[in-house]
């Protein structure tokens, strides 16, 4: 057995412009994330994200007031010292896969935003920008873009459950916990990767051929399914998979219009009758029972939703066993 690895320590930062967010992101590339990079024991938290930020750490920290008499005692040093920066979050992940020394830059949009094999702890920081100071345009070597709150959920945005704590923060104004889940952890300390960017390529090689209405009702159905397999449904959890309908390659088939409604529509009548709503999205799933290509596809794209997080929960395994049952195929296989 593999010897349980060093938990890596990183540092990002939630910066809001004007209603925005300060994302970065390679040049011509989809995915974005936050600015930060990893600790150095060395410098600790704060002054180790200073240092990741470089010229943008200066306009990040509030002003302070001036030392009395001219002079600073240590306490007013120490404050000096410190970013004025608030504490958002702590998220526990396994890092992204496009982050791997392996990644295939030619395969960026199917490793991004697929949970990697590190064990990771993110720490957030919130800071806002100055309305009387332009936006950059660049840092590092790397873009930033100043992206409206209401798009967040259809950016792509790596690591996804930093992503998801981001919005979190931004939406409550309360530091967020996140721990790594069960299956994750597995993956982490054991090194037995999901298959999520394998299953993603998968689907996206048979995007000419999952254009149907079947199939278009049979995959909303299914993401519903998996959103309220533990029975309640998260208010961010139902962003972040509108953001999946709305950006994912094969799922643009569709309007996204049409499949936000149909997708809402699926969790309403969850919440008004859990029995007859969940009759209902196994129906629709059960449309294209007979035809294996789609009824594959359908199966592949429950098990991406329920992995793309770095975890397979016993409850989100547990449907889609039903609905491999209602396919007429075999469930994936469980962690």
């Known amino acids: 057995m593999a010897a349980p690895p060093a938990i890596r320590l990183d540092v990002r930062l939630v910066a809001r412009s004007a209603g925005r967010l300060l994302l970065t992101r390679e040049p011509e590339q989809a995915w974005h994330a936050l600015p930060g990079g990893p600790v150095d024991p060395a410098h600790g938290v704060q002054r180790s994200l200073a240092d990741h930020l470089g010229d943008l750490a200066g306009p990040l920290s509030p002003p302070r007031p001036p030392f009395a008499g001219g002079a600073p005692s240590p306490a007013d040093m120490g404050r000096a010292s410190a970013p004025g920066w608030r504490f958002a979050g702590a998220v526990e992940h396994t890092g992204d896969a496009g982050d791997a020394g392996d990644a295939d830059p030619a395969s960026e949009s199917w490793t991004r935003g697929t949970p990697g094999t590190d064990h990771v702890l993110t720490?957030?920081?919130?800071?806002?920008?100055?309305?009387?100071?332009?936006?950059?345009?660049?840092?590092?070597?790397?873009?930033?873009?100043?992206?409206?709150?209401?798009?967040?959920?259809?950016?792509?945005?790596?690591?996804?459950?930093?992503?998801?704590?981001?919005?979190?923060?931004?939406?409550?104004?309360?530091?967020?916990?996140?721990?790594?889940?069960?299956g994750a952890a597995r993956a982490a300390w054991y090194g037995a990767r999901p298959p999520v960017a394998t299953l993603r390529g998968q689907l996206a090689a048979r995007r000419d051929q999952?254009?149907?209405?079947?199939?278009?009702?049979?995959?909303?159905?299914?993401?519903?399914?998996?959103?309220?397999?533990?029975?309640?449904?998260?208010?961010?959890?139902?962003?972040?998979?509108?953001?999946?309908?709305?950006?994912?390659?094969?799922?643009?088939?569709?309007?996204?219009?049409?499949?936000?409604?149909?997708?809402?529509?699926?969790?309403?009548?969850?919440?008004?009758?859990?029995?007859?709503?969940?009759?209902?999205?196994?129906?629709?799933?059960?449309?294209?029972?007979?035809?294996?290509?789609?009824?594959?596809?359908?199966?592949?794209?429950?098990?991406?939703?329920?992995?793309?997080?770095?975890?397979?929960?016993?409850?989100?395994q547990d449907v889609l066993a039903e609905a491999a049952h209602t396919l007429g195929l075999d469930p994936p296989p469980a962690d």
């Open 123 to 182: 720490l957030l920081f919130a800071a806002d920008w100055p309305a009387d100071i332009p936006t950059p345009t660049s840092w590092q070597d790397r873009e930033v873009v100043a992206v409206r709150l209401d798009d967040l959920v259809v950016t792509r945005l790596a690591p996804q459950p930093v992503a998801w704590a981001a919005r979190r923060w931004l939406a409550d104004g309360q530091p967020v916990w996140r721990p790594l889940a069960p």
């Open 210 to 316: 999952l254009r149907g209405r079947r199939f278009r009702d049979a995959a909303v159905a299914m993401c519903a399914l998996v959103a309220a397999a533990d029975g309640r449904i998260d208010p961010a959890e139902r962003d972040g998979l509108r953001a999946f309908l709305a950006t994912d390659p094969v799922m643009t088939n569709f309007p996204a219009d049409e499949l936000e409604r149909a997708f809402d529509a699926h969790l309403d009548a969850l919440t008004a009758d859990p029995e007859g709503g969940k009759h209902a999205i196994l129906a629709d799933i059960g449309r294209v029972r007979g035809r294996p290509a789609e009824a594959t596809a359908v199966l592949r794209l429950g098990e991406v939703i329920g992995r793309i997080d770095g975890a397979f929960p016993p409850v989100e």
